[in-house]
T-cell receptor
Framework: DAKTTQPPSMDCAEGRAANLPCNHS???????VYWYRQIHSQGPQYIIH???NNETNEMASLIITEDRKSSTLILPHATLRDTAVYYC?????????????FGKGITLSVRP | EPEVTQTPSHQVTQMGQEVILRCVPI?????FYWYRQILGQKVEFLVS????????KSEIFDDQFSVERPDGSNFTLKIRSTKLEDSAMYFC????????????FGSGTRLTVV
């Protein structure tokens, strides 16, 4: 089962920042926080990952609390194409038995 | 950016028939996965594969399923005798030994069993 909890849905206005929360209170010391998204029925798309430091790339920023029990994905300027299901997943970085376990995710709707 | 390629994109098969779903992972990746997603449901892990053997499989991955990496480039999922409930999107994924882009997923094969 997924070790993360996300609200089922949220929306935001186009051009505004979208802040997607995630709780992972039982995260282990060797587990990273990954964010993926799925647009319609396409394959899940990698967004960002982190261990304990905040991370930023061309798509998004990831803010992880100091106790690592929750995180927030930030899409700084949401567009209509960012409408998707966003998955927050915790998993070890390496190892033959590492895998991604998907929950229900959060459906982000970006409105014009 | 490297891609995981899956073929066919859509396959329709009759119940009881065998199907083989094909995937070409990213060339320097070492770990390979199959997931499925029944319409309207979440993405479910089926099996992981490393060093030419199954690392882990889920309860869904019963004796009707098998995986193979026959030639060092392709990674296949075989369903021996399809059932109606096997209708789903099947996603292949791969990852390398170091974390570059994480797990990379293919665009999926939509399997419809009639």
């Amino acid at each position: 089962d997924a070790k993360t909890t996300q609200p089922p849905s949220m929306d935001c206005a186009e051009g505004r920042a979208a802040n997607l929360p995630c709780n992972h209170s039982t995260i282990s010391g060797n587990e990273y926080v990954y964010w993926y998204r799925q647009i319609h029925s396409q394959g899940p798309q990698y967004i960002i990952h982190g261990l304990k430091n905040n991370e930023t790339n061309e798509m998004a920023s990831l803010i992880i609390t100091e106790d690592r029990k929750s995180s927030t994905l930030i899409l700084p300027h949401a567009t209509l194409r960012d409408t998707a299901v966003y998955y927050c997943i915790v998993s070890p970085l390496t190892g033959a038995n590492s895998k991604l376990t998907f929950g229900k995710g959060i459906t982000l709707s970006v409105r014009p | 950016e490297p891609e995981v390629t899956q073929t066919p994109s859509h396959q329709v098969t009759q119940m009881g028939q065998e199907v083989i779903l094909r995937c070409v992972p990213i060339s320097n990746h070492l770990y390979f996965y199959w997931y499925r997603q029944i319409l309207g449901q979440k993405v479910e892990f089926l099996v992981s594969f490393y060093n030419n053997e199954i690392s882990e499989k889920s309860e869904i991955f019963d004796d009707q399923f098998s995986v193979e990496r026959p030639d060092g480039s392709n990674f296949t999922l075989k369903i021996r005798s399809t059932k109606l409930e096997d209708s789903a999107m099947y996603f292949c994924a791969s990852r390398g030994d170091t974390f570059n882009y994480g797990y990379t997923f293919g665009s999926g094969t939509r399997l419809t069993v009639v």
